[in-house]
């Protein structure tokens, strides 16, 4: 089946530092993959679709430059949310496209800003 | 774009009997329309889908069934066990190419099994 690696699983971070969020397709290839926030007991609300070699998409009310995604190859994406805050706090996960076109989502990451 | 409405938000059922999740979509050139398990803080998990040359589909104890012109589709759970509470989403694709780019997802169902 298709695996998707998403890391760290949680982090503690000060306000104002950057952390990155890396997203794998460990079995596939994946020319797209998808970020996504997640609150307590809600759906997931797409932030942005990274396209492999190309500029990310973001979704309307997104900041691309708060939230700034690198898709540098064909399984790999990051996720870098620059100078956060603590509204940033909330779950983070990624998902990525196989061949058969389904999705298959991370572990996600619980993002914690002090 | 695409909206998706799922009901109910919370559904509780005896262990043994079925459950039924039901989802709408705005956008009839979607054509592609998987159902997500998640567990309380793990990741989604795909566990049936469904395209728009299909009417229903069938996995042991899940199926989902679609009625295109009336633009909704269920999932259907039958002899629930405990390990079936969860949250489960449902998601349609607005892309003509079927897959899952772009997907649009519902709000949720909070699944309770009773014992």
């Known amino acids: 089946g298709a695996v998707v690696s998403q890391h760290p699983s949680w982090v503690i971070c000060k306000s104002g530092t950057s952390v990155k969020i890396e997203c794998r397709s460990l079995?596939?290839?994946?020319?797209?993959m998808f970020w996504y926030r997640q609150f307590p007991k809600q759906s997931l609300m797409l932030m942005a679709t990274?396209?492999?070699?190309?500029?990310?998409?973001?979704e309307q009310g997104v900041e691309k430059d708060k939230f700034l995604i690198n898709h540098a190859s064909l399984t790999l994406s990051t996720l870098t949310v620059t100078s956060a805050h603590p509204e940033d706090s909330s779950f983070y996960i990624c998902?990525?496209?196989?061949?058969?076109?389904?999705?298959?989502f991370g572990s996600g990451t619980q993002l914690s800003v002090l | 774009g695409e909206n998706v409405e799922q009901h109910p938000s919370t559904l509780s059922v005896q262990e043994g009997d079925s459950a039924v999740i039901k989802c709408t979509y705005s956008?009839?050139?979607?054509?592609?329309f998987p159902w997500y398990k998640q567990e309380l803080g793990k990741r989604p998990q795909l566990i049936i889908d469904?395209?728009?040359?299909?009417g229903e589909k069938k996995d042991q104890r899940i199926a989902v069934t679609l009625n295109k012109t009336a633009k909704h589709f269920s999932l259907h759970i039958t002899e629930t066990q405990p390990e079936d509470s969860a949250v489960y989403f449902c998601?349609?694709?607005?892309?003509?190419?079927?897959?899952?780019?772009?997907?649009?997802f519902g709000k949720g169902t909070h699944l309770i099994i009773q014992p």
């Open positions: 956008d009839s050139a979607s054509n592609y």
């Open positions: 990274s396209n492999e070699g190309s500029k990310a998409t973001y």
């Open positions: 469904i395209r728009s040359n299909v």
């Open positions: 998902s990525a496209e196989n061949n058969d076109e389904k999705l298959f």
């Open positions: 079995d596939f290839q994946a020319t797209t």
């Open positions: 998601a349609a694709s607005p892309n003509s190419g079927g897959g899952a780019d772009g997907l649009t």
